[in-house]
């Protein structure tokens, strides 16, 4: 098939979806129905809750949901063929993955813009609240390193072998640190322009993107600073221990609405690459349709399921995207209505992202290019426009991608961040407590802002330093796991207020068996490792966490259907 064709008829199915799938779910569950004011008006405080134009928190809940996971999840599954990762996509986006995002957002401002986890708590019980959020910061924990060390390593400069930083060979490097660091600074200064001096929004933007291809210039030409990736890893901590506790308007709103543009960017480029190059997917050396259930990718064999729903992840339905809706945009959501096009609609154009990532591949494999995530999805589409701008262009376009990618990655760390310290505070909380409800004693040490953000920056930083791949193996099925029980978190919900939840059943047991399988295979796996004598202490962290999951994943479980059986009687 022509990878045009393919393009084509995934974004009408996908439009068609968030019309007519989407309005179904607004009526069933009665959005726009509720008059008052959202959490962000009721609670606003100037630091998490503020409310904010739907354009804004459509910037802010795009960029942190996306950042790179729609292009390494369909490379990563790219093993398994086109065709199964693009009906993964599909399917997944709208059946799965926005109605878990959209049901998260709904349901959190629904009590009060707090996490699942508190709605677990009001629907569930107090004992699956604190479970599922010592998972949830876990887990965000282990997102804060990788993705710590990934800014980490795309800023930090290359040691030379007589030890001395060699300049030349860190350029580019220093180029996409000094772009990052004046992004930050023109953040701040459209947040000021527009929160503080009231500057229309479009002229605003329109500065802001000026400002932005300013700083990419300046970044590329100019790049002074040559520090290693281990200074680097504590200088971004200390960013995003302060990101995490300023106040949003500050410099989350604007700094992600500012970034969504070059995403939006970035898919125009690919949209307008595909059509260019309209290349034919499969053929010689491209991406095959379909390579066979199990397939051996040189580190052993894996099978299509449960592999395939597992690493695709934010293409089609990843657990970190109701942590996002239920903990930083639940709190800024102007009104109700709007959580559709943010939530629903913010799914579905990460899928079109992921579906132009399937594009991409296999335009890279046919030029021979077939490892590094950041080497093939640039690589794939800046080279769909050599033939008819030449290879300047082309090197130009791969630059430009590659600071995209990584501006996104910082932009998904500082959310985590911020979400892993919403989910610490939330722990020490009695239902239906805000954090301003706990005026004396040790807990209110615990739910204060800047204890929890500093507990969590150092663990991350910590675990950054040391080793997170380790464990990382895990992530996949635990980042499904939290999908699978925020959805069994909405459903619950919904059948207590007498709303249908029919649409989060097969889902949620649908995600509830491929992450426990999931888990069976990576514990199974572990204990091959350990058994022969090789193992180190991430082998056996990831046998005893899998063996967690799994027991975590049948209580939360069993939690969630005693309720909704309790409910039909």
């Keep these: 098939m022509n990878s045009l064709v393919l393009l084509i008829i995934c974004i009408a199915v996908l439009v068609a979806g968030y019309i007519c799938y989407g309005g179904w779910l607004c009526k069933q ?80 401002i629904r009590h009060k813009g707090q996490s699942i986890g508190e709605v677990i708590s009001a629907n569930m019980s107090r004992r699956a609240k604190r479970l599922f959020i010592i998972f949830s910061y876990l887990t965000l924990i ?26 030349v060979a860190s350029a580019s490097n220093a180029s996409v640190a000094m772009v990052s660091i004046l992004f930050i600074v023109i953040a701040i200064a459209f ?32 790049h002074p600073v040559y520090l290693t990736t281990n200074t680097w890893m504590w200088i ?62 040189g580190n052993g064999i894996q099978y299509m399921f449960p592999v395939l729903f597992t690493t ?22 102007d009104k109700e209505t709007d959580a559709k ?20 591949i296999n335009f890279a494999y046919k030029n021979g290019i077939t490892a590094g995530a950041t080497a093939i999805f640039g690589g794939g589409i800046s080279l769909m426009y050599k033939d008819m701008f030449g290879e300047g262009v082309s090197n130009i376009l791969r630059t430009l991608l590659i600071l995209t990618y990584s501006a996104f990655c910082l932009t998904s760390l500082d959310t985590a961040t911020r979400l892993a310290r919403f989910m610490f505070q939330e722990f020490w909380l009695e239902p239906g407590q805000t954090p301003k409800d706990v ?37 996949g099925a635990a980042n499904q796991l939290l999908a699978g029980i925020g959805l069994l978190a909405v459903a619950t919900w919904l059948g207590n207020i007498g709303r249908n939840n029919k649409m989060f059943l097969a889902p949620m047991a649908f995600m509830i068996v491929v ?22 202490w991430g082998n056996w962290a990831q046998s005893i966490l899998g063996v967690l999951l799994i027991l975590l994943a049948v209580v939360l479980v069993i939690e969630g259907v005693q309720t909704l059986s309790k409910k039909k009687n």
Excluded at 445 to 473: D, S
């Design 515 to 536: 992450t426990i399988a999931s888990l069976a295979m990576t514990v199974k796996n572990q204990i091959g490792i350990i058994s022969a004598g090789t193992a180190d």
């Design 142 to 167: 282990l997102v804060v390193a990788a993705f710590a060390s990934i800014v980490a390593g795309t800023f930090g400069a290359t040691i030379g072998e007589d030890g001395a930083i060699d300049k």
């Design 191 to 222: 947040g000021f322009l527009v929160y503080r001096r009231n500057a229309p929004m479009g002229i605003a933007s329109v500065l802001g993107v000026a400002a932005i291809v300013i700083c990419m210039v300046v970044g590329m030409k100019w």
């Design 312 to 333: 695709v992840a934010c293409g089609a339905i990843s657990g970190f995207h109701s942590l996002v809706s239920s903990g930083t945009t639940s709190k800024q959501l």
């Design 29 to 108: 569950w009665g959005v726009g129905e509720n008059k008052e004011a959202t959490p962000a008006h009721t609670l606003e405080d100037g630091v998490d809750y503020v409310p904010a134009k739907a354009p804004v928190l459509m910037g802010h809940h795009f960029s942190s949901i996306a950042g790179a996971g729609p292009i390494t999840g369909p490379i990563g599954a790219a093993m398994f063929g086109w065709l199964p990762v693009t009906l993964w996509i599909l399917v997944g986006g709208i059946f799965f993955g926005g109605v878990h995002d959209f049901g998260a957002l709904f349901a959190s």
């Design 236 to 297: 971004v901590g200390l960013y995003i221990a302060i990101a995490s506790v300023t106040p949003v308007w500050i410099l989350l709103q604007p700094r992600d609405y500012l970034s969504s543009f070059l995403l939006y960017a970035m898919l125009a480029v690919a949209l307008v690459g595909v059509v260019i190059s309209h290349a034919t997917l499969g053929g010689a050396d491209g991406l095959p349709m379909i390579t066979g259930f199990a397939v051996d990718n």
């Design 341 to 360: 096009p943010i939530a629903y609609g913010g799914m579905l154009l990460e899928c079109v992202l992921a579906v132009i990532t399937v594009c991409a």
């Design 439 to 475: 005026k004396e004693g040790w807990k209110k040490v615990m739910v204060n802002p800047y204890v929890a953000t500093i507990i969590t920056v150092v663990l991350g930083v910590l675990l950054g330093l040391n080793g997170y791949g380790k464990i990382w193996g895990l992530f």
